[in-house]
Structure formats: structure tokens, C-alpha cells
């Protein structure tokens, strides 16, 4: 990866979760199975649709980002799981792969010099790649934070 210019940098950094933010690995490091599909009285969401929600939502923000071809998405239905529980533990797996496979994603295209951060995204409407970038690091926290509080709320029963 080269040496990414200073906004870049902290750009990547705010992504990654570094500073003020927990990272991704952090909230999912060891979480327990039997708790992925349970809700906590007085949460609107389980783990698992936490999870889910993350991945989609990622997703969507880096196709938008460089797919000129960008179908928008139906909010809410294609934005959150059909099922409160993962279907096994391999979903879940599978979900935090690709979550961490998107993210990569997203940084790779920050860290591209020849990538224009500030410039319109030619099939949005205004938007730009730095926008969805630090989107994509707000939505990733404030969601975050909600899995990590739903956990200790299940651990704390």
C-alpha cells in the first residue's frame, strides 16, 4: 500500500476504527454463538441483524462508490436480515469475512492517488468518494457501538 497522503490517512484511519472508535475486529473478537440471535428486552435489534445490517449497509455504500452501474437498494427491507438468528455459525462467519473483505475494499480505493476524493461521483448526485468513505466510517461506529452494548446487556443476564 503506498504511503497515502495526510487526509488519506486519516481518512484510512477513521475507517480502520483507530482513535475514538472501536474497530470491527474488537466488537466481534469471540462473540458467543448462543447470543447472535437474541434480542435484550428493550433492544430493537439481535447481534446478527447488527451484523447483517453493518455488512449490507457497507456494501451499498462501496458499490455506489465505484459502480457506475449502481442500483439503489429498497430502505428498509434489503438493508436488514429476514431472521432475528443466523441460519449456523458459518453465516456468521461468512458475514464478518465479507464485512472485513468490504472495508479492505473501501480503503483500497482511499489510498488510490489517482482517485479524486473530493470529485462528484459521476452517476450520484452530488455525492463524493471522501462523503461515502466517512459514511461508511459513521454508519460502521454508531452500529458498532450498538453491537457491543447489545452484547453486555445479553452477557450481563
Do not use: C
Not at 2 to 7: E, K, V
Not at 68 to 97: F, I, N
Amino acid at each position: 500500500m503506498p504511503n497515502p497522503d495526510p487526509l488519506r490517512k486519516h481518512v484510512l484511519e477513521l475507517l480502520r476504527g483507530k482513535g475514538a472508535h472501536l474497530s470491527f475486529d474488537d466488537a466481534v473478537a469471540g462473540f458467543p454463538t448462543e447470543l447472535r440471535g437474541i434480542k435484550p428486552t428493550g433492544a430493537p435489534h439481535t447481534p446478527w441483524q447488527l451484523l447483517e445490517h453493518l455488512r449490507i449497509a457497507q456494501w451499498d455504500m462501496l458499490d455506489f462508490s465505484r459502480n457506475p452501474a449502481y442500483r439503489e437498494m429498497k430502505w428498509p427491507d434489503d438493508y436488514w436480515p429476514q431472521t432475528p438468528a443466523p441460519p449456523d455459525a458459518a453465516a456468521w462467519d461468512h458475514s464478518v469475512q465479507q464485512f472485513r473483505h468490504d472495508l479492505k475494499a473501501m480503503e483500497d480505493l482511499i489510498v488510490r492517488p489517482e482517485v479524486d476524493l473530493t470529485a462528484r461521483i459521476p452517476h450520484g448526485k452530488g455525492q463524493t468518494i471522501l462523503r461515502e468513505a466517512l459514511l461508511v466510517a459513521d454508519h460502521n461506529s454508531y452500529h458498532l457501538g450498538q453491537l457491543v452494548f447489545v452484547r453486555k446487556m445479553l452477557e450481563a443476564v
